[in-house]
């Protein structure tokens, strides 16, 4: 069962979540290293509209630890400023071992428009 989840963020800050993933009594499901993750974000509820994905393949912005069934998610300020301002769609989605998906999350992000942008 996924988690209804309203997110939201600002353009060009960078916008860490951690998510533990708990069967449906509460009890946290661990070794989990084998699972393969995906968060997408899409403009509007199309697949077609895609803004945003990231993975757990080769630091693709989402790390396992598996025996503490956590996943940390990091989307970066340069990804956050590639986002337009506004609603976005976006799930957070698990592929077993077994082939068998879940979708943990699953909501809106609300992405605040940025005032400044970085400079060096």
């Not at 946290?28 to 990231?54: E, F, G, P």
């Given at each position: ?51 945003l994905?990231l ?23 340069e ?17 077993q ?24």
């Amino acid at each position: 069962m996924s988690a209804i989840n309203e997110l939201q963020f600002t353009q060009s800050g960078t916008f860490p979540l951690e998510v533990i993933w708990q069967d449906s009594t509460g009890t946290v499901i661990t070794n989990i290293d084998s699972a393969q993750m995906q968060l997408k974000a899409n403009k509007t509820d199309s697949y077609a509209d895609r803004l945003l994905a990231l993975t757990t393949a080769g630091g693709g912005g989402i790390v396992l630890d598996a025996a503490a069934g956590k996943l940390t998610i990091t989307i970066t300020d340069e990804q956050t400023a590639a986002l337009p301002a506004g609603v976005c769609y976006y799930d957070l989605i698990v592929e077993q071992t077994d082939d068998s998906k879940h979708v943990l999350m699953a909501g809106t992000v609300t992405v605040e428009q940025g005032v400044t942008t970085w400079q060096s």
